[in-house]
């Protein structure tokens, strides 16, 4: 029997750690083998839940030696130095989005991951979403002819926490959600934008980081794509957001409604409506991916790279909107 990949979480900080750790116990040859948390109540609580052992030290001398692999869910400002020690114990990395706050980050950890020789994914469950494949499947046997525009949405609720302080996050709604659309574009186009204009605010709730903008993101081959990442959905909205696109090719349009597989529950007491999803579970898949990468010794569907990619997006948007000029993505 193979033995399984054993995936340690670093941080229980971000929103996605409990859907990742759901989906290590349900995919086969992979294991949930421990849990570390700067924060040692909150780790631990997570760890006991999952009844895997807390690790207090990562610096400690055999703190690396259970797991093969290290799934990364912490604050983004902490991705690269978790990504870096990771690297250099050998362990093979999957990393929430964004893959960083600066690009230079970005760079340090795809090459530490290139010299150590270890899969560095990013994760983009939208890549492995069926509809989002099918949309990709549209595009690339031409259904849709030559694309010439896009149209997109990434919105939200404002999340909790961490997210509302730049320093953490490195940035609000930009950073949070053009990254998912800019891969999602990229793997369809298979193609590199070049240019990026934006107009940002935090007008929705007035807090320290951005929740409120609309990009205009031209790709090299001229197709030009228009984004609202804004976190303008209220706290009654029955999910956290949306994802959608319409792109438009030289033989017709296409549209994607990546969240669109669902039943809506309208409750007779007074509670907010539900959306009740079905459908393939895109987290499920990305770890599946991520465990067969490592065991392949391949590419994941989405790599360090894809990330640094989409994250240059987010940052050249930023700089768009303080200069007020179209910004230049640095690759």
Not at 48 to 58: G, K, S, T, W
Not at 201 to 221: E, K, P, Q, W, Y
Request: net charge negative; with cysteine.
């Amino acid at each position: 029997m193979t033995a399984p990949i054993r995936c340690a979480i670093l941080s229980s900080a971000h929103v996605h750690t409990a859907a990742y750790a759901d989906a290590l116990r349900q995919v086969p040859n992979a294991a949930l083998a421990a849990i570390w948390d700067d924060n040692a109540d909150r780790g631990r609580a997570f760890a006991d839940h999952y009844n895997v052992p807390f690790l207090a030290d990562l610096r400690a001398p055999a703190a690396w030696d259970e797991f093969d692999a290290v799934v990364i869910t912490s604050e983004n400002s902490r991705h690269a130095a978790l990504c870096l020690e990771a690297c250099r114990a050998g362990k093979h990395v999957l990393c929430e989005k964004p893959l960083a706050t600066t690009n230079e980050d970005a760079a340090a950890m795809v090459a530490a991951a290139d010299t150590a020789g270890v899969v560095l994914a990013t994760a983009f469950p939208m890549r492995h979403s069926l509809p989002a494949i099918a949309v990709k499947r549209t595009i690339s046997d031409g259904g849709i002819g030559e694309v010439l525009a896009v149209r997109s949405t990434n919105h939200g609720k404002m999340p909790p926490g961490w997210f509302r302080d730049p320093a953490l996050a490195g940035g609000g709604a930009v950073m949070d959600h053009t990254v998912h659309v800019v891969d999602l574009l990229r793997w369809y186009l298979e193609d590199e934008p070049v240019e990026v204009y934006a107009e940002i605010s935090n007008g929705f709730h007035h807090i320290a980081v951005d929740d409120a903008a609309f990009l205009t993101i031209t790709f090299r081959s001229g197709v030009v794509v228009t984004l609202d990442p804004s976190w303008s959905r209220p706290a009654s909205f029955p999910m956290w957001g949306d994802l959608t696109l319409e792109i438009a090719g030289t033989k017709g349009t296409v549209g994607l409604d990546a969240f669109g597989q669902k039943v809506v529950r309208y409750p007779a007491e007074n509670a907010p409506s539900e959306w009740l999803g079905y459908g393939a579970d895109a987290d499920l898949a990305l770890i599946t991916d991520f465990v067969a990468a490592v065991r392949e010794r391949r590419a994941p569907a989405a790599t360090g790279r894809d990330g640094a990619r989409a994250l240059a997006v987010a940052l050249a948007a930023y700089a768009s909107a303080k200069s007020g000029q179209p910004e230049v993505i640095v690759p």
